[in-house]
């Protein structure tokens, strides 16, 4: 067989890495693998026929160097010590242990865990091989070899410096049969990241070659999809539409995943009794490590409809803002968010910008929706966006990167997922983020992971991520930027953009274009504001009526509070009532929050004077039969 002059050219169908390193075996006698290091691999049918193979690491190295002549690999393992491979019980392993025991001189045996001063003499024997025998020598785990790869101890230095030698001394082997040309019999060094090993050992060493090992593309997991089908008695996907349709659905779903974690997922699939066609739920399982999805329950569709009549009582005066809300929560339910992507399994369930004035409900309709769908409120998690204002407010998030102080914690945000991936997640006032921090919102709102400080990437397919935000209230004064303006703005002044009275068409028209100004032009970030699309849900002023109702139900909450607390039945006169509610609605632009404040102020004070200079003995009616005010004092008259 002669070898293709193409780089790889010789083992096509493997993975791109191994032809990589059998096709520089002639030119290199040192390999650094990093990365997915611990996954299965795709690797041809056996020469004797069959279905393509999925091979850990170790395997597949030893089939790609087998057709080019190689005898054995030596594994060195700090735990295990050393190993041969292929360690069968057949000709094809008798064969590898004896070629060892040649180079080596002498049989390796189970215990044999040598020192790095014995293990220098082992990878001589290897690299410089006194027989014509191929072998490759494979260091496991070598980012545990030294403590510090920048602060070494001194056996580690001299391991590492005569390993640098060895790389510049070793020599190639030629032997006959596929291969007759001189190739090196390699030292793989296998580390989770490069920078394991010290610096010097590969900085301009054109001798050894580092390769990173990548995580699966979307065509290696439809391949291995079509592999594992016949755990499901599909022999021939090709022939079954409905199987192939299925395998790709799996394919796709298990975006971010090992083709390690598909046969685990699998195998998960078949415990449960899981279909082909199910596999999908498999793979949320998998991910979220829960098997009760509040999502497929079949009474959240009742309640998302008892919704449309429940929430208005709770977010009043806000009907254009509730029905759009229920609109994609609906969509939420049915698995139809971002269904025009090619691929939206794993973006969140739903995602809300609330923009409007302060004090309106767009706090409280989140809750609402939160106690909706899962039936409580503890499933609502709020971050206040405004202590993310600097750039390493980040770390409270996604945690500490190594090396740091708190890493061992983890963040704040990806616990709180990881916990319970079923959650309802506020950022409230998301505009006071840094911007560096609003990146991380592109990975979650697009693909729905995360991966947080530790390394562990957690997943928000099945959570709701709502953003509030009161950008648009206010805006840049036309023309400030180039000095005082004859209507007597100063430079950088602010003024009121929109205005109780507005129609919601124009409100929304406002608030919409400066959140897109700010994204755009502010922020330079237009491709966040595109993963909201069209879920911004902009929120009215509250309305006279809506006002009256608001300081209805805030005041039956107080009736109701003093009664809890202190067994008093709270009587309030009509004239009361009336003076209240003009005192208290006089301001609509500070909304419910205002109206609450207020109530606060002239009655919830006043009255907790006068109850507290009154004997209280309970189960009594206590009649607010006046109110006055002097200057800023309120006083109540109670019978």
């Given at each position: 067989m002669t070898e293709s002059p193409t780089l790889g050219g010789r083992l096509q169908g493997w993975p791109a890495f191994v032809r990589e390193l059998d096709a520089t075996l002639s030119v290199h006698s040192q390999y650094v693998l990093s990365?997915?290091?611990?996954?299965?691999?795709?690797?041809?049918?056996?020469?004797?026929?069959g279905p393509a193979r999925l091979l850990p690491l170790r395997d597949l190295l030893w089939e790609a160097l087998r057709s080019s002549g190689f005898s054995c690999v030596v594994v060195y393992d700090p735990v295990d010590g050393l190993l041969v491979h292929p360690d069968t019980p057949d000709e094809i392993g008798e064969e590898a242990a004896a070629a060892a025991?040649?180079?080596l001189g002498g049989r390796i045996k189970p215990e044999d865990k040598p020192s790095l001063e014995a293990l220098t003499r082992q990878l001589a024997a290897v690299a410089r091989p006194a027989d014509k025998i191929r072998a490759a020598f494979v260091i496991d785990s070598a980012s545990r070899i030294a403590r510090s790869p920048t602060d070494l101890e001194p056996a580690e230095r001299d391991f590492f410096r005569y390993c640098e030698k060895l790389s510049r001394t070793a020599r190639p082997v030629v032997v006959p049969g596929a291969r007759p040309k001189p190739l090196y019999n390699p030292i793989l060094w296998l580390v989770e990241r490069p920078g394991d090993l010290p610096p010097w050992l590969t900085a301009g060493n054109e001798n050894i070659r580092e390769i990173t090992i990548p995580r699966p593309h979307l065509g290696d997991?439809?391949?291995?999809?079509?592999?594992?089908?016949?755990?499901?008695?599909?022999?021939?996907?090709?022939?079954?539409?409905?199987?192939a349709e299925a395998c790709d659905a799996f394919a796709e779903q298990a975006d971010g995943l090992t083709l390690q974690s598909m046969i685990e997922i699998t195998r998960l699939a078949r415990e449960r009794n899981v279909k082909l066609a199910d596999l999908p739920d498999a793979v949320r399982t998998?991910?979220?490590g829960v098997l009760d999805n509040p999502w497929s329950r079949g009474h959240l569709r009742r309640r998302v409809l008892e919704g449309e009549s429940k929430v208005p009582e709770r977010v009043v005066?806000?009907?254009?803002?509730?029905?759009?809300?229920?609109?994609?929560?609906?969509?939420?339910?049915?698995?139809?968010?971002?269904?025009?992507?090619?691929?939206?399994?794993?973006?969140?369930?739903?995602?809300?910008?609330?923009?409007?004035?302060?004090?309106?409900?767009?706090?409280?309709?989140?809750?609402?929706?939160?106690?909706?769908?899962?039936g409580d409120e503890s499933a609502y998690l709020r971050f206040d966006m405004s202590e993310f204002s600097s750039d390493h407010a980040g770390e409270r998030l996604i945690g500490a990167p190594p090396g740091y102080v708190g890493?061992?914690?983890?963040?704040?945000?990806?616990?709180?997922?990881?916990?319970?991936?079923?959650?309802?997640?506020?950022?409230?006032?998301?505009?006071?983020?840094?911007p560096r921090i609003l990146d991380k919102f592109l990975q979650i709102l697009e693909d729905g992971r995360l991966t947080d400080g530790r390394g562990n990437t957690v997943h928000f397919s099945e959570a709701i991520l709502i953003f509030t935000s009161n950008l648009g209230m206010y805006v840049e004064a036309p023309g400030t930027a180039a000095g005082r303006l004859d209507g007597g703005f100063s430079p950088g002044a602010r003024v009121q953009n929109i205005h109780p009275g507005m129609s919601y068409g124009e409100i929304e028209t406002k608030l919409k274009g400066a959140i897109s100004d700010h994204f755009t032009t502010v922020l330079n970030r237009p491709e966040l504001l595109n993963r909201f699309g069209d879920n911004i849900v902009v929120f009215n002023f509250i309305s006279a009526d809506a006002a009256d109702r608001i300081f209805e139900l805030q005041l039956a909450n107080i009736c109701r509070r003093v009664a809890d607390e202190h067994r008093l039945a709270l009587t309030i006169k009509g004239e009361v009532r009336k003076t209240l509610r003009e005192w208290c609605t006089s301001e609509l632009d500070k909304g419910g929050r205002g109206i609450g404040m207020a109530l606060e102020s002239y009655f919830v004070n006043p009255l907790a004077r006068a109850l507290f200079d009154r004997e209280l003995t309970g189960d009594e009616e206590i009649v607010v039969a006046g109110i006055a005010r002097r200057g800023s004092i309120v006083e109540l008259e109670l019978q």
């Open positions: 990365g997915n290091l611990y996954d299965s691999f795709l690797a041809p049918p056996p020469p004797e026929g025991e040649r180079l997991r439809q391949e291995t999809a079509r592999l594992l089908a016949r755990a499901f008695g599909v022999r021939d996907v090709a022939a079954d539409p409905a199987a998998y991910k979220l005066g806000q009907p254009q803002a509730v029905t759009k809300t229920l609109d994609i929560l609906k969509r939420a339910v049915l698995g139809l968010s971002g269904a025009q992507a090619t691929r939206s399994g794993s973006r969140p369930r739903g995602v809300l910008f609330f923009a409007g004035p302060t004090g309106v409900g767009k706090t409280e309709l989140a809750k609402a929706i939160t106690e909706l769908i899962f890493h061992e914690a983890g963040g704040e945000l990806t616990n709180a997922i990881r916990e319970d991936p079923f959650r309802v997640i506020l950022f409230d006032e998301i505009e006071k983020a840094h």
